[in-house]
């Protein structure tokens, strides 16, 4: 079970939001909304690394074991943030290894083709990802955070950048891979249609 008990973020001494707990089971998402500034994508970074002038409070427990702040979730989770973030000198399938690296690398060339396939890539592994539309880049960047099987995956809109119908089987795989896995999700989003059918869902509220 992945637990936050009474979690907020200071920015300069000031709390962004009212302390909130939560227990997501495996397989579970849990989904943080909230008005624009609250918090939420500063949250996201604060439980994977240390930033200046941001401190994170409260509890985090990964499977019983409270987590330690100098290494946070970075080594068990991935992120896909709202910008795609991706190496222009790289092409579409080194990008997505690069979440790989503790993987023999004779398993990245099926694992990447896999997800380019299933989320609607087939074939361009060898293409340059700023040649892409943003939506599909968005959706490598999806890849590049499902590839290594994560502990903890922390979605910040990762579909904000999608059509309708892109959205719907992107969060099929999305939400797919977390349930087969048993792992850890935790996604912001300003639209109640990109929740899961399962799952807490919690709105930010602000410091009083």
Same mark, same amino acid.
């Given at each position: 079970?992945?637990?936050?008990?009474?979690?907020? +973020?200071?920015?300069?001494? !000031?709390?962004?939001?009212?302390?909130? /707990? #939560?227990?997501?089971?495996? @397989?579970?998402?849990? *989904?943080?909304? @909230?008005?624009?500034?609250?918090?939420? !994508?500063?949250?996201?970074?604060?439980?994977?690394?240390?930033? &200046?002038?941001?401190?994170?409070?409260?509890? +985090?427990?990964?499977?019983?074991?409270?987590?330690?702040?100098?290494?946070?979730?970075?080594? #068990?989770?991935?992120?896909? %943030?709202?910008? &795609?973030?991706? %190496? !222009?000198?790289? /092409?579409?399938?080194?990008?997505?290894?690069?979440?790989?690296?503790?993987?023999?690398? !004779?398993?990245?060339?099926?694992?990447?083709?896999?997800?380019?396939?299933?989320?609607?890539?087939?074939?361009?592994?060898?293409?340059?990802?700023?040649?892409?539309?943003? @939506?599909?880049?968005?959706?490598?960047? +999806?890849?590049?955070?499902?590839?290594?099987?994560?502990?903890?995956?922390?979605?910040?809109?990762? %579909? $904000?950048?999608?059509?309708? =119908?892109?959205?719907?089987?992107?969060?099929?795989?999305?939400? @797919?891979?977390?349930?087969?896995?048993?792992?850890?999700?935790?996604?912001? *989003?300003?639209?109640?249609?990109?929740?899961? $059918? =399962?799952? =807490?869902?919690? #709105?930010?509220? &602000?410091?009083?």
């Amino acid at each position: 079970m992945l637990t936050l008990d009474n979690v907020s +973020v200071k920015r300069a001494n !000031s709390l962004l939001f009212e302390p909130m /707990s #939560c227990a997501i089971k495996p @397989g579970e998402i849990f *989904t943080l909304q @909230g008005e624009s500034g609250r918090g939420k !994508s500063t949250l996201l970074h604060a439980l994977i690394h240390e930033e &200046p002038q941001v401190e994170l409070v409260g509890q +985090v427990t990964l499977d019983g074991q409270c987590m330690d702040m100098s290494v946070r979730l970075s080594e #068990c989770a991935q992120t896909v %943030f709202q910008d &795609p973030m991706l %190496f !222009s000198h790289l /092409s579409v399938g080194a990008n997505i290894a690069l979440s790989m690296h503790r993987f023999p690398r !004779s398993e990245h060339e099926c694992r990447v083709n896999t997800l380019l396939n299933q989320l609607g890539l087939d074939g361009m592994a060898r293409a340059d990802p700023f040649r892409l539309s943003r @939506g599909q880049m968005m959706r490598v960047a +999806v890849a590049r955070a499902l590839a290594p099987h994560p502990r903890v995956l922390l979605l910040d809109e990762p %579909f $904000s950048a999608l059509d309708i =119908e892109t959205r719907e089987y992107v969060k099929t795989v999305l939400f @797919g891979q977390i349930k087969n896995d048993q792992s850890y999700g935790i996604l912001v *989003t300003h639209h109640a249609e990109d929740r899961p $059918s =399962e799952g =807490e869902c919690i #709105c930010l509220m &602000p410091s009083l």
